[in-house]
């Protein structure tokens, strides 16, 4: 089979090209999955939690609405369009999108899972071999996630009562009658601990601690989302290295916030079980705190918080759930070539096409994808430009120019941002 690309991970970044791809080739790609069907972090999908994008915000649409693999097409091939509209839902169920990625995952002819890669070497071509076979190809576009980031105090202390929340599905600790900790504050924080002292009252924990440096509500105004379009990805990667860390740690609270109506919702829980529950979880919050300490109290762990320089208390808890979020690390089947690959930071460097640097011919290329946070903005992992940023992967791939955007260039002024992002991020701080 002679192939011009294979994807490595058909997440939904890799999800999205092999979608178009197969509608506009056909053919000469394949995507390779060691999962035999979709699946996302399964410790944060609790089925009442809701994407914080909007229902166009998928694989395709945004860069295709006639596609047949739009979110409103699957609604339409499962019978439940007009209930989806009845329902009135804010956003996207979780859980829901989860079903639509599967729908996708299983339609595509060009997607194989169950294959698992375990090495990738360059001899002329990019060579792959999984469990069950060795592939060429002339192009790679890796999109295999992020690992789970373990704050270093909590090194070696990792196992059945302290973990990653993404282990939360596999691991499945007993919590009843157990004092909980959750340590991290933002959005998955905030959906676990309304998972846990949600349950039944026989399943459900004697205590909850939320440890969270922040728990500030998404920067959501419009101003701010224009940070999230392509024309800003482009000259976001066009910025120095200092004034893109400004831009950053500036807009950290647009992507990394709680949405309002987990807030709202955190909020309520805290009031039912304060007036109103019989069997009531004991629930505290520790805001504006880090963790600087970890050690081993019995069968459970004792963490020591922080408040600037100062300790501030301690926590004992039988059980501890780090909700501290995924990082980028370079995965074990890229070893071979891992010293021909440039790299600024923990990410690999890439070009505007989102190709990386590398010492190999300049006609055999490595993509990759949701791992440019540093390089591309906040809006890399974001849903809103998955569809675009796997268009212009594939425009790439053809040997294109890349599909010209007919969206108007936005409101923020572009000689502004190119000149003074500083001024910017202060006036779009402030509203504008």
């Known amino acids: 089979m002679d192939l011009f690309c294979i994807g490595i991970g058909a997440g939904p970044s890799n999800l999205s090209l092999a979608c178009q791809t197969q509608e506009e080739i056909a053919q000469g790609?394949?995507?390779?999955?060691?999962?035999?069907?979709?699946?996302?972090?399964?410790?944060s999908a609790f089925d009442c939690a809701e994407l914080q994008v909007g229902h166009f915000q998928d694989l395709v649409t945004l860069v295709n609405p006639r596609s047949a693999y739009t979110f409103v097409n699957y609604l339409h091939e499962n019978g439940r369009l007009y209930h989806f509209l009845n329902a009135q839902f804010h956003g996207v169920l979780r859980a829901e999108f989860a079903q639509y990625l599967n729908w996708a995952f299983q339609k595509n002819p060009?997607?194989?899972?169950?294959?698992?890669?375990?090495?990738?070497?360059?001899?002329?071509?990019?060579?792959v071999r999984t469990d069950?076979?060795?592939l060429d190809a002339r192009n790679l576009v890796i999109d295999i996630g992020k690992q789970a980031q373990i704050p270093p105090q909590f090194h070696g202390w990792t196992g059945p009562n302290l973990f990653h929340s993404s282990d939360l599905a596999h691991i499945h600790p007993e919590v009843h009658k157990k004092h909980v900790c959750v340590v991290g504050g933002g959005?998955?924080?905030?959906?676990?601990?309304?998972?846990?002292?949600?349950?039944?009252?026989?399943?459900?924990?004697?205590?909850?601690?939320?440890?969270?440096?922040?728990?500030?509500?998404?920067?959501?105004?419009?101003f701010t989302n224009e940070l999230f379009t392509p024309c800003f990805s482009d000259r976001f990667a066009a910025m120095s290295e200092v004034h893109r860390q400004l831009f950053l740690r500036r807009f950290?609270?647009?992507?990394?916030?709680?949405?309002?109506?987990?807030?709202?919702?955190?909020?309520?829980?805290?009031?039912?079980?304060?007036?109103?529950?019989?069997?009531?979880?004991?629930?505290?919050?520790?805001?504006s705190c880090n963790v600087s300490r970890c050690i081993n109290a019995g069968a459970g762990h004792r963490?020591?918080?922080?408040?600037?320089?100062?300790?501030?208390g301690e926590v004992?808890?039988?059980?501890?759930?780090?909700?501290?979020?995924?990082?980028?690390?370079?995965?074990?089947?890229?070893?071979?070539?891992?010293?021909?690959?440039?790299?600024?930071?923990?990410?690999?460097?890439?070009?505007?096409?989102?190709?990386?640097?590398?010492?190999?011919?300049?006609?055999?290329?490595?993509?990759?994808?949701?791992a440019c946070l540093g390089q591309r903005g906040l809006a890399d992992p974001n849903f809103g430009l998955l569809a675009w940023r796997a268009r212009r992967i594939l425009d790439s791939l053809l040997g294109r120019p890349p599909?010209?955007?007919?969206?108007?260039?936005?409101?923020?002024?572009?000689?502004?941002?190119?000149?003074?992002?500083?001024?910017?991020?202060?006036?779009m701080g402030s509203g504008i």
């Not at 790609?29 to 410790?43: I, K, M, N, T, Y």
């Not at 995924?326 to 690959?341: G, K, Q, S, T, V």
Request: include cysteine; charge should be negative.
């Open 316 to 370: 004992t808890a039988d059980i501890v759930i780090l909700a501290t979020g995924y990082e980028n690390a370079l995965p074990d089947f890229l070893e071979p070539i891992a010293d021909r690959l440039e790299q600024i930071g923990n990410e690999l460097a890439t070009g505007e096409d989102f190709s990386v640097y590398w010492d190999g011919p300049r006609d055999r290329r490595l993509f990759v994808q949701n």
């Open 403 to 427: 599909c010209t955007n007919p969206e108007h260039l936005g409101f923020i002024s572009r000689t502004l941002i190119e000149r003074r992002p500083d001024l910017v991020a202060e006036e």
């Open 303 to 312: 963490l020591t918080l922080q408040r600037g320089m100062d300790n501030i």
């Open 132 to 134: 069950n076979a060795v």
């Open 252 to 287: 950290a609270l647009a992507s990394d916030g709680i949405s309002e109506s987990t807030l709202r919702a955190v909020y309520q829980a805290l009031y039912h079980h304060a007036f109103l529950e019989p069997h009531q979880c004991d629930i505290t919050l520790r805001p």
């Open 29 to 43: 790609a394949l995507f390779l999955d060691r999962q035999v069907d979709f699946r996302g972090h399964p410790g």
């Open 110 to 127: 060009l997607v194989r899972g169950g294959e698992a890669v375990r090495e990738i070497r360059f001899e002329g071509e990019f060579r």
């Open 187 to 222: 959005q998955s924080g905030a959906e676990l601990l309304l998972h846990l002292v949600g349950r039944p009252k026989e399943r459900r924990p004697a205590a909850v601690t939320w440890v969270l440096t922040r728990g500030m509500p998404f920067d959501d105004h419009p």
